[in-house]
């Protein structure tokens, strides 16, 4: 860190934009997961926590590259049948800012584990959250707590139909939702 | 008779109103990037980062060069924000205070000259997430870099 910057020189800091977007933004990245995702980035930038972010935003948004359990553009795009009808099926960036603007609030699928309006639903003590309060309770505590985001995806019920999978990840709850996204779905594992 | 004229009036009033209340909703204008609300931190940091590079010019408010607080009001200026134009002003007037720990992508952050007898904001960059921030110094760069 630059300390000429950030040590002395550093005064302060003011929001311009709103906060309701940019938190959306950064709950839909998982540095962890993207680095777990992609194993061309792991050979190419390794575990350079900016490096990789900077990689999402520049490039990664645009292939279509999944930045956490939540956010699946590609699934986005076939899930939403009329986001997909006026923006194209492989326009990414779309998307994007599509799920930003109005996917989170309106509760869609976004990712084969995570529907908002599901989740929300699900729960009872989530049932009067809105969209970012849902998706932020499922990136803060719900996948951590082995909660279900959607119909199609139950990581306790993943863990127990897969002893191969129990005996790798024990009881790290997020990493049979990873697992599931990486490996399980094209494996043909079920996630129900 | 009577009534039969009140009654027309109250029709006529009536259809006035209708026609005023469609007319704005016609001529409403359709709201696309109306607010501050319409700008994600994707959008400004890819902005952000078409300037890399670009000399460093005191004064300067465009892409031909930018001094710091230019390049700020400049980067926000394209997504339909205005800043002030010096950093100082910027620090003052726009948008609200938030703590360092609190930082999240699209911030501006300020920066104060070391000599202690002026110890004021001098310097504005743009927070690009994981401590790194775009801003213009010698020229457009990233810090830490």
Known sequence: ?????????????????????????????????????YDDLKTAIGPNDYALFDHWLTLG?????????????????????????IYGSKNWVAAYQH??????NEGRASSPVYN????KNYYTDLNKFTGLQALNHYVKSGIYEGRRGSSTFDPLIYKSNYSDLSSTYGND??????????HGRSEGRIGI | ????????????CMLSLFLVYSTLILIRPIE?????NDTSGYELITEAKKHLGTQYVYGGQSPGGFDCSGFTMYVFSTQGIALNRTASTQYSNNGYNVSRNDLTIGDLIFFSRTDSNDPGVSHVGIYIGYNHFIHSGNMVYRSPH
């Open chain 1, 173 to 182: 709850n997020k990493m049979y939702t990873y697992h599931y996204l990486k």
């Open chain 2, 1 to 12: 008779m009577e009534t039969m004229k009140r009654f027309k009036r109250v029709l006529s």
């Open chain 2, 32 to 36: 696309v990037n109306a607010s501050v």
């Open chain 1, 99 to 104: 799920f930003v603007f109005s996917g989170v």
């Open chain 1, 1 to 37: 860190m630059n300390q000429s910057y950030w040590g002395d020189r550093y005064y302060g800091a003011k929001r311009i934009l709103s906060s309701a977007i940019t938190s959306i933004e950064i709950l839909m990245f998982d540095l962890d997961y993207y680095y777990y995702r």
């Open chain 1, 61 to 85: 948004i645009k292939e279509g590259r999944t930045p956490s359990a939540v956010f699946d553009p590609v699934y986005y795009m076939s899930a939403n049948a009329d986001v997909r009808n």
């Open chain 1, 116 to 119: 908002g309006l599901y989740y």
